[in-house]
């Protein structure tokens, strides 16, 4: 048996084609099922999930954008990704006091929880413009994998996508890391259209979808060299002078610079900013790479803060064993559990054929480059807190999959059909507790917490559940907890107190920990663990319940 990698053969000459105009009804449809289901499953995971551990600082920052145009909160990330959030708030009409004075993290437990607005209300509105992003971004993913590779493609793709445990979490909730990546993905597939029609506006939409995704996120700015070198290879694509593409690829990069100075602009004309206090100093090709960007001084102050964050040390946890620093191989080992068996398997076979069929090899620079680049840079960095870190793989690698559908191999198609429902299997069984998703391999979702910690499983989203299980199983008992996240839990109608700071002695009764906060226990949690025996219940897969007698 051989396996053939080149392009299937278009029909002969005078075959009808009558029974293909008829089944042209079935990609769409096909597209509307799979975004439908995401944006139902999106939908549902919003409603049920109180605010993870980032999101009140950005509604809180959209909030004072709204009210009061100014640039002083959130500047270690630019500002576009919270105008986004703030076109949903807007319709809440959220109060802000003005006479507020604190810190981003104090101005989130403000406006959610102190100044009458409903937060409930709050945080739906402001996660839903970013499930409409994701839902566009899944267009976006099919529309590229079928300019390569034809329709059968592009809904191979976009099933990819669209059951995709990670994007499902992340797109439904009011963060930054979908939007900037998605921005970044349309600006690479304008960029590959570009090669073949309309070069100037394709390229010039992708100046502007650049710098969109550097307005939401500065993790994206390493790839501003790599969009610009595509720029150029698709104009001497169209046999322009060398000259040319360098100018247009240059004239991408200034509409990119453009956009991030607009949404500065949009929120304060007079450009209105204080530098924080405490500042990280930094030195050297940092400082000089800082001080050349042609960007609002504070984006510039964010691109500072980022840095420090890098020269910071954290702990990690991975696969039982909690350290400080970072691992090279946590993101690798990370994507491993949180990845469905089946989406890695596609992810491989594709990006083989996309080297291997020579009509697709020249898309290889587009779509592998960026991506490995991005995952390169996230493996040296200091946070290792969980796969959104790599979030750009399963978009750009679900457009790299559909390749296997031109492998001219008599069981490809199949293989590829039965391990895209494989994913949407166990992408189903995981509803609605997407956030802690892990493959079967790994146990599931319930054992997630035993290998990886923070935003790969318990970031604070299942306040709201746990208010419900106390209420409905265990009413009137005393209930201690330690909870990692940002929400009250006195505002869902938790009344607990803190075990740590009582003696170990004293506490008896239900002790309630996020199960981040177990797998970093030290101390005296450590110790209240010790002598508290099993769990006797779960929340979410992310909070565990013991009874102390």
């Not at 691109?303 to 993101?331: K, N, P």
Request: aromatic letters at 10%; one cysteine or more.
């Amino acid at each position: 048996m051989t396996v053939d990698l080149e392009e299937p053969a278009v029909d002969e000459p005078g075959a009808t084609t009558r029974p293909r105009r008829r089944r042209r009804w079935v990609a769409p449809l096909l597209v509307l099922l799979l975004l439908g289901q995401m944006a139902a499953v999106m939908v549902v995971t919003a409603v049920q999930q109180t605010p993870t551990i980032d999101e009140p600082v950005y509604v809180g920052t959209a909030v004072s954008y709204l009210e009061q145009h100014s640039l002083r909160y959130n500047p270690e990330h630019p500002p576009l990704g919270k105008l986004i959030m703030a076109a949903g708030l807007v319709f809440a009409h959220p109060k802000l006091d003005p006479a507020f004075r604190g810190n981003q993290s104090l101005l989130g437990r403000h406006v959610l929880y102190e100044a009458g607005n409903d937060p409930y209300e709050l945080m739906f509105l402001a996660r839903l413009p970013m499930i409409v992003l994701t839902l566009l971004f899944g267009l976006v993913v099919f529309a590229f994998a079928r300019d390569l590779t034809g329709t059968a493609g592009g809904v191979l793709a976009l099933s990819l996508y669209a059951f995709s445990p990670d994007l499902i979490t992340h797109g439904s909730l009011a963060t930054l890391d979908v939007p900037a990546i998605g921005f970044l993905v349309t600006a690479v597939w304008l960029t590959w259209r570009a090669r073949s029609s309309r070069a100037y506006l394709h390229l010039g939409l992708a100046g502007v979808a650049l710098g969109a995704a550097i307005a939401t996120r500065m993790s994206v700015i390493p790839a501003v060299p790599v969009v610009m070198l595509l720029a150029f290879l698709s104009v001497r694509k169209q046999r322009r002078s060398w000259m040319t593409a360098v100018a247009t690829a240059v004239g991408v990069a200034v509409l990119a610079v453009a956009v991030v100075w607009v949404c500065y602009l949009v929120i304060d004309p007079r450009l209105r900013f204080l530098t924080p206090t405490g500042m990280p100093e930094i030195h050297g090709l940092r400082a000089l790479f800082v001080d050349l960007l042609p960007l609002p001084e504070p984006y510039r102050d964010g691109v500072r803060i980022q840095f420090g964050f890098e020269d910071s040390t954290f702990q990690g946890f991975l696969f039982g064993r909690l350290y400080e620093g970072s691992l090279w191989y946590y993101l690798p080992a990370a994507l491993l559990v949180k990845t469905p068996l089946g989406m890695i398997a596609l992810w491989l076979a594709g990006t083989v054929a996309v080297l291997a069929v020579p009509r697709l090899r020249p898309a290889a620079v587009y779509l592998l480059v960026t991506p490995a680049l991005l995952l390169g840079l996230a493996m040296t960095g200091a946070r290792d807190f969980g796969s959104r870190y790599a979030i750009f793989l399963p978009i750009f690698l679900a457009v790299a999959a559909a390749a296997v559908v031109t492998v001219r191999w008599r069981w490809a198609h199949l293989a590829a059909g039965l391990l895209a429902l494989s994913v949407a299997v166990s992408s189903v069984r995981t509803f609605p507790y997407y956030l802690p998703y892990a493959n079967e391999a790994f146990g599931g979702p319930s054992r997630t917490h035993l290998l990886l910690h923070d935003s790969n499983v318990d970031w604070g989203q299942d306040l709201g559940r746990l208010a419900d299980r106390l209420r409905e199983r265990y009413p009137g008992e005393q209930v201690w907890l330690v909870y990692k996240g940002a929400g009250v839990p006195s505002a869902y109608g938790i009344d607990a107190r803190n075990p740590l700071k009582a003696q170990p002695a004293d506490v008896h009764g239900l002790l309630v920990v996020s199960d981040s906060s177990v797998a970093k226990a030290t101390g005296r949690l450590k110790s209240l663990l010790a002598t508290s025996g099993a769990p006797v219940d779960e929340v979410g897969h992310s909070i565990s319940i013991y009874r102390r007698p």
